[in-house]
């Protein structure tokens, strides 16, 4: 996985008083992951859970940096991540398995240069 960027969930519901900062993934990244998780909830639905609302739906794949105060000063904090980023993250991340609380539990992946 490659990060492609910093941006802030201005309070979620529009009502809050506390801001994330995540960092969002590069389009193949959000790609590839959208792909794994569609097989993973194929396997659920598989063994009979229904998936009531499926990751495409929901927001991009991301990694929260931080829940911040309104106060916070999230320009200049989003200006420095998105400079850093290249600097944290020059190659992309492989991703050998992964866990969910909801049987198998544990996947892992067919081919390790896919992630």
């Known amino acids: 996985m490659t990060f492609a960027h910093a941006v802030c969930n201005y309070g979620g519901d529009g009502h ?3 801001n994330s900062i995540i960092v969002t993934l590069e389009e193949n990244s ?5 792909s794994f ?7 659920i639905e ?3 859970i229904p998936v009531n609302v499926p990751r495409s739906e929901e927001e991009p794949f991301h990694s929260t940096v931080g829940v ?6 999230i320009d200049q904090v989003l200006q420095e991540i ?3 980023i290249p600097f944290f993250s020059p190659e992309p991340l492989p ?16 081919n390790e240069s896919v992630f």
């Open 30 to 34: 959000e790609s590839q992951m959208q």
């Open 37 to 43: 998780v569609k097989e993973i909830e194929n396997a």
């Open 16 to 18: 809050s008083t506390y």
């Open 95 to 110: 991703i050998h398995w992964f866990f969910t609380y909801i049987p198998p539990y544990t996947y892992r992946a067919k």
């Open 68 to 73: 911040v105060n309104v106060s916070y000063p």
């Open 82 to 84: 998105n400079e850093a």
């Open 46 to 48: 598989a063994a009979g």
